[in-house]
């Protein structure tokens, strides 16, 4: 239980204890005994009930309440009135000095009468000039506290109030070291003449008056509205003669709860969003909310001398690690701006040595990363100046399967495939935005060894050459089997085996025989071509039918044989085509690929000058193909595109056809079936007429073409009378779209 001394001590401590003390509200000296007192009381209590206008003898705003209580704490419990005797002035009598007793100004005042007080204390007149001195300069500061903010931005109020607390400090300090000061607390028990006061008061003040003395600083720095003044404060308090450090820190401990409170529902809300994925939000809430605390807390409570605010910085240091490893895992580079900074506050915050151990391990993980995807990157882009964008695609569809496999972030090799198509010889990663632990990137390191091996088939001595292989690492084999059909792409033997007979290609089959190619052979194995990619929104993954199919592998594979034989007519390619359980909807696979082998067009031996050479650099060009062919199969397919500008109404024979991610002026969108074999042969003497015709020609190309955008031109061909003389095949159109102004572009239709 708290004796009536400490309870008088507790209500007096905090920034107002001059201000509320009530000698300096009633205007009484110290040493007034209870009759003057008394009389006081009853000459301005009803006044004051009345409305008058009394003077007090200062210029404190107070009201009736306060007047109240104060006279009651002078006359009740003496042990209460004691404190504020110690509070307040000892020689000088009211407190005519105003709302701030300025250090060294005289009080003044009205005289409210003494009896028996100071003019008969036994003391030194040194020890009460002393103790107001302290009194004043005390509470000078608090007023100058109280009354301004934001004092460390002012220099003149700032020197001020420095020199005030100085003299406060240090003149409290040499009044409490006296033992004639506690001799005149025994003769003011004396004179009060209460059996409830005695020796044991005089220990209870000793023990807890310098601690009431510091309070009103510590109060001020929790409340402080800026770093500069919470560190001025605290540091402050801390020098405070005649109270431990130790103590000190406790109590700024206490007065900063509602930081440290204010910091623990911030980080639970950040876990909260980061344990939902959203590691973007949780970031920002340690950014906005967190660091902010954590400031405040540094310049009250700085983490060197308080363990509680060094382990809230841990705490925060790890959930912004925790951010970081989840955007790297989810995102791979797109992630490096944020995931960067994030490491880097964490790695500043974190003063645990096995937190900042795993901060590093992760933040070089990072980097490696980045260095992994930038070599990536590098020959990607090698191999699109030198024209080899099927090569180059091969390869992030290679390291796309070796991350997925592992578990890692595809999201920016997806990006690199899209940037083949819109720009093929640049690439800029797009900015994004549990306890720790490493990043596992132990995948990417993989992928490194897996690349160099890759290049290597790319690539010679001189670096701007290379082959067509889209997988493995090495040379071909030399005799026996080679795989060429795998499941996937990056489980065939590399390009550059060669096929002894033409029985021996057989489609579909996993393994095909081979030979040495110095020994006589049919044919070689010159690429391996993703069907597949993000050049065209009509090329998608989702399975375009037998018809597609066969186009698309046709395309892929003329193409990759022309960028090594150009013009040459001596050389053609058969193709794979991979079955309809292939296909993944959700988007590219390996398994959507084309396995090419080029072979003298009379299928006899191919000789030295008919060999493919894979080390020649590729050279990017046309392929010649049709648009109205009597099948549509032998069509340019759907989602490549016309090089240069033609009639397509009228030319639809060896028209250029490139890729999409090239430049060219049109797209081809679709071959719609108008009449199928059962319709056509019902009505095989029934041609509807060209009107007919091209209306439902029309219709149809405008279904594939909604949403693209008013600047487009739509070109159709359709089919004449003449088609209905032979029913037994489909009859289509053609849809195809350029822009109205006839440019050329690259990339997909808006």
Same mark, same amino acid.
């Given at each position: 239980?708290?004796?009536?001394?400490?309870?008088?001590?507790?209500?007096?401590?905090?920034?107002?204890?001059?201000?509320?003390?009530?000698?300096?509200?009633?205007?009484?000296?110290?040493?007034?005994?209870?009759?003057?007192?008394?009389?006081?009381?009853? +000459?301005?209590?009803?006044?004051?009930?009345?409305?008058?206008?009394?003077?007090?003898?200062?210029?404190?705003?107070?009201?009736?309440?306060?007047?109240?209580?104060?006279?009651?704490?002078?006359?009740?419990?003496?042990?209460?009135?004691?404190?504020?005797?110690?509070?307040?002035?000892?020689?000088? *009598?009211?407190?005519?000095?105003?709302? =701030?007793? +300025?250090?060294?100004?005289?009080?003044?005042?009205? %005289?409210?009468?003494?009896?028996?007080?100071?003019?008969?204390?036994?003391? &030194?007149?040194?020890?009460?000039?002393?103790?107001?001195?302290?009194?004043?300069?005390?509470?000078?500061?608090?007023?100058?506290?109280?009354?301004?903010?934001?004092?460390?931005?002012?220099?003149?109020?700032?020197?001020?109030?420095? !020199?005030?607390? %100085?003299?406060?400090?240090?003149?409290?300090?040499?009044?409490?070291?006296?033992?004639?000061?506690?001799?005149?607390?025994?003769?003011?028990?004396?004179?009060?003449?209460?059996?409830?006061?005695?020796?044991?008061?005089?220990?209870?003040?000793?023990?807890?008056?310098?601690?009431?003395?510091?309070?009103?600083?510590?109060?001020?720095?929790?409340?402080?509205?800026?770093?500069?003044?919470?560190?001025?404060?605290?540091?402050?308090?801390?020098?405070?003669?005649?109270?431990?450090?130790?103590?000190?820190?406790?109590?700024?401990?206490? @007065?900063?709860?509602?930081?440290?409170?204010?910091?623990?529902?911030?980080?639970?809300?950040?876990?909260?969003?980061?344990?939902?994925?959203?590691?973007?939000?949780?970031?920002?809430?340690?950014?906005?909310?967190?660091?902010?605390?954590? @400031?405040?807390? *540094?310049?009250?409570?700085?983490?060197?001398?308080?363990?509680?605010?060094?382990?809230?910085?841990?705490?925060? @240091?790890?959930?912004?690690?925790?951010? $970081?490893?989840?955007?790297?895992?989810?995102?791979?580079?797109?992630?490096?701006?944020?995931?960067?900074?994030?490491?880097?506050? @964490?790695?500043?915050?974190?003063?645990?040595?096995?937190?900042?151990?795993?901060?590093?391990?992760?933040?070089?993980?990072?980097?490696?990363?980045?260095?992994?995807?930038?070599?990536?990157?590098?020959?990607?882009?090698?191999?699109?100046?030198?024209?080899?964008?099927?090569? $180059? =695609?091969?390869?992030?569809? !290679?390291?796309?399967?070796?991350?997925?496999?592992?578990?890692?972030?595809?999201?920016?090799?997806?990006?690199?495939?899209?940037?083949?198509?819109?720009?093929?010889?640049?690439?800029?990663?797009?900015?994004?935005?549990?306890?720790?632990?490493?990043?596992?990137?132990?995948?990417?390191?993989?992928?490194?060894?897996?690349?160099?091996?890759?290049?290597?088939?790319?690539?010679?001595?001189?670096?701007? #050459?290379?082959?067509?292989?889209?997988?493995?690492?090495?040379?071909?084999?030399?005799?026996?089997?080679?795989?060429? %059909?795998?499941? *996937?792409?990056?489980?065939?033997?590399?390009?550059? #085996?060669?096929?002894?007979?033409?029985?021996?290609?057989?489609?579909?089959?996993?393994?095909?025989?081979?030979?040495?190619?110095?020994? &006589?052979?049919?044919?070689?194995?010159?690429?391996?071509?993703?069907?597949?990619?993000?050049?065209?929104?009509?090329?998608?993954?989702?399975? &375009?039918?037998?018809?597609?199919?066969?186009?698309?592998?046709?395309?892929?594979?003329?193409?990759?044989?022309?960028?090594? =034989?150009?013009?040459?007519?001596?050389?053609?390619?058969?193709?794979?085509?991979?079955?309809?359980?292939?296909?993944?909807?959700?988007?590219?696979?390996?398994?959507?690929?084309?396995?090419?082998?080029?072979?003298?067009?009379?299928?006899?031996?191919?000789?030295?000058?008919?060999?493919?050479?894979?080390?020649?650099?590729?050279?990017?060009? #046309?392929?010649?193909?049709?648009?109205?062919?009597?099948?549509?199969?032998?069509?340019?397919?759907?989602?490549?595109?016309?090089?240069?500008?033609?009639?397509?109404?009228?030319?639809?024979?060896?028209?250029?056809?490139?890729?999409?991610? *090239?430049?060219?002026?049109?797209?081809?969108?679709?071959?719609?079936?108008?009449?199928?074999?059962?319709?056509?042969?019902?009505?095989?003497?029934?041609?509807?007429?060209?009107?007919?015709?091209?209306?439902?020609?029309?219709?149809?190309?405008?279904? =594939?073409?909604?949403?693209?955008?008013?600047?487009?031109?739509?070109?159709?061909?359709?089919? $004449?009378?003449?088609?209905?003389? %032979?029913?037994?095949?489909?009859?289509?159109?053609?849809?195809?779209?350029?822009?109205?102004?006839?440019?050329?572009?690259?990339?997909?239709?808006?």
């Amino acid at each position: 239980m708290i004796d009536e001394t400490t309870a008088g001590l507790l209500e007096a401590a905090g920034p107002q204890m001059y201000r509320r003390n009530s000698f300096r509200i009633t205007g009484l000296p110290t040493s007034a005994d209870r009759r003057t007192v008394r009389q006081r009381q009853q +000459r301005i209590t009803p006044a004051l009930e009345l409305g008058a206008d009394v003077d007090l003898g200062h210029s404190l705003p107070v009201r009736l309440d306060d007047i109240r209580g104060a006279f009651d704490r002078i006359l009740g419990d003496p042990r209460r009135r004691l404190v504020d005797e110690l509070f307040w002035l000892w020689d000088d *009598e009211g407190d005519g000095g105003g709302a =701030r007793a +300025r250090a060294g100004a005289g009080v003044g005042g009205t %005289s409210a009468g003494a009896s028996g007080g100071a003019r008969t204390c036994p003391c &030194p007149k040194t020890l009460h000039h002393d103790h107001d001195a302290a009194v004043r300069a005390h509470s000078a500061a608090l007023d100058l506290e109280v009354e301004n903010t934001g004092l460390s931005g002012d220099r003149q109020r700032l020197d001020e109030v420095t !020199q005030l607390w %100085s003299n406060a400090a240090r003149l409290w300090g040499q009044v409490l070291r006296r033992a004639v000061f506690w001799d005149h607390v025994r003769h003011r028990i004396a004179v009060l003449d209460d059996r409830q006061l005695d020796e044991s008061v005089i220990d209870t003040l000793r023990d807890t008056l310098p601690t009431t003395l510091v309070k009103p600083l510590i109060e001020l720095a929790a409340a402080a509205s800026t770093p500069a003044d919470r560190a001025r404060l605290a540091l402050r308090a801390r020098d405070w003669p005649l109270v431990p450090s130790n103590l000190v820190d406790d109590q700024l401990e206490e @007065a900063a709860a509602p930081h440290y409170e204010s910091l623990r529902a911030t980080a639970k809300r950040a876990s909260s969003q980061l344990d939902g994925g959203n590691w973007d939000g949780a970031a920002a809430e340690v950014y906005d909310h967190a660091l902010p605390a954590l @400031a405040k807390l *540094e310049a009250l409570v700085p983490y060197a001398r308080h363990r509680r605010t060094a382990s809230a910085r841990n705490d925060v @240091a790890v959930l912004l690690n925790n951010c $970081a490893t989840a955007a790297s895992d989810a995102l791979g580079p797109a992630a490096n701006l944020n995931a960067s900074k994030w490491f880097r506050t @964490a790695a500043e915050l974190a003063t645990d040595p096995a937190t900042q151990q795993t901060i590093k391990t992760n933040r070089d993980g990072l980097s490696e990363m980045m260095a992994t995807f930038t070599q990536i990157k590098t020959q990607v882009d090698q191999l699109v100046a030198a024209g080899r964008i099927h090569l $180059a =695609r091969t390869l992030l569809l !290679q390291v796309k399967s070796q991350l997925a496999q592992a578990g890692g972030p595809t999201g920016e090799i997806d990006r690199m495939l899209a940037d083949l198509r819109v720009r093929p010889a640049t690439y800029t990663p797009r900015r994004v935005g549990g306890g720790a632990r490493a990043l596992a990137w132990a995948v990417l390191l993989l992928l490194g060894i897996l690349f160099a091996g890759f290049v290597s088939g790319l690539f010679g001595d001189d670096g701007d #050459s290379g082959s067509g292989s889209g997988s493995g690492s090495g040379a071909p084999p030399a005799s026996g089997v080679a795989v060429v %059909s795998a499941a *996937e792409i990056t489980d065939n033997s590399p390009v550059g #085996s060669c096929i002894g007979q033409e029985s021996d290609w057989k489609l579909g089959e996993r393994e095909v025989p081979v030979v040495s190619c110095d020994d &006589p052979h049919w044919g070689e194995v010159v690429a391996y071509v993703p069907l597949v990619d993000t050049e065209s929104r009509y090329l998608t993954a989702k399975y &375009p039918g037998i018809e597609q199919v066969v186009a698309l592998s046709r395309f892929r594979c003329e193409r990759a044989l022309a960028e090594f =034989r150009p013009d040459d007519t001596r050389v053609m390619v058969k193709y794979s085509t991979p079955g309809e359980d292939a296909w993944d909807p959700s988007g590219p696979t390996l398994d959507e690929y084309t396995t090419c082998v080029a072979h003298r067009i009379d299928n006899e031996y191919m000789t030295a000058a008919d060999r493919v050479s894979l080390d020649s650099p590729a050279v990017p060009t #046309s392929v010649r193909m049709p648009t109205f062919a009597a099948n549509i199969e032998f069509n340019a397919p759907v989602g490549s595109c016309v090089e240069s500008k033609t009639d397509l109404a009228t030319t639809t024979t060896d028209l250029p056809i490139v890729p999409c991610g *090239e430049a060219h002026w049109a797209e081809i969108v679709g071959y719609p079936v108008l009449y199928d074999e059962g319709d056509a042969l019902a009505e095989a003497d029934k041609w509807p007429g060209d009107k007919v015709v091209y209306a439902k020609a029309r219709a149809a190309c405008e279904d =594939r073409t909604k949403g693209l955008s008013d600047d487009l031109r739509l070109h159709i061909t359709y089919p $004449a009378k003449d088609w209905w003389t %032979s029913p037994d095949r489909p009859i289509y159109a053609m849809c195809a779209v350029s822009y109205l102004a006839d440019n050329t572009f690259t990339g997909a239709l808006r």
